[in-house]
Nanobody, 125 residues
Framework: QLQLVESGGGLVHPGGSLRLSCAAS????????LGWFRQAPGKEREGVGC????????YYADSVKGRFTISRDNAKNTVYLQMNSLRPGDTGVYYC??????????????????WGQGTQVTVSS
C-alpha cells in the first residue's frame, strides 16, 4: 500500500521553529509534485505551499511566505516543511499530499493522489 507519513509536529512557543518531514513508502516521490496543507479546528483545510517534481519551483500561500520553506530530497524520498517564526494562527493538523501532475504553476491546486495521515502542530505560549 502506498503511503505518505508526516512527522515532526509538536508544541512550540510563538516565534519558534519546527521542521516537518513527509516520507513516502512503496512509491518514488520524485515522480510527484508535493503539497503541504493544514487544517485548524473548525476551519476548512487550506494550502500552505507546494513544490515541483524536480524541486526547482515552489509556491507559498501569502500567510506563510517568508516564514516557511519547502524542500525535497528525492534521494531520501522525503519532502520537508521548515516553519520559522511560528504564530498561534499556524496551529493545526498539517498534511502532505502527492500529485502525479505538477500543481505549483496553479497555486498548488490540482488532484492529489496520495495523502498522509497528518501531524499536529500547536503554537502556544
Amino acid at each position: 500500500q502506498l503511503q505518505l507519513v508526516e512527522s515532526g509536529g509538536g508544541l512550540v512557543h510563538p516565534g519558534g521553529s519546527l521542521r516537518l518531514s513527509c516520507a513516502a513508502s512503496r512509491f518514488t516521490l520524485e515522480y510527484y509534485s508535493l503539497g503541504w496543507f493544514r487544517q485548524a479546528p473548525g476551519k476548512e483545510r487550506e494550502g500552505v505551499g507546494c513544490i515541483s517534481k524536480n524541486g526547482n519551483k515552489v509556491y507559498y500561500a501569502d500567510s506563510v511566505k517568508g516564514r516557511f520553506t519547502i524542500s525535497r530530497d528525492n534521494a531520501k524520498n522525503t519532502v520537508y516543511l521548515q516553519m520559522n517564526s511560528l504564530r498561534p494562527g499556524d496551529t493545526g493538523v498539517y498534511y502532505c499530499a502527492a500529485a502525479k501532475r505538477e500543481t505549483v504553476q496553479n497555486m498548488c491546486l490540482g488532484i492529489y493522489d496520495q495523502w498522509g495521515q497528518g501531524t499536529q502542530v500547536t503554537v502556544s505560549s
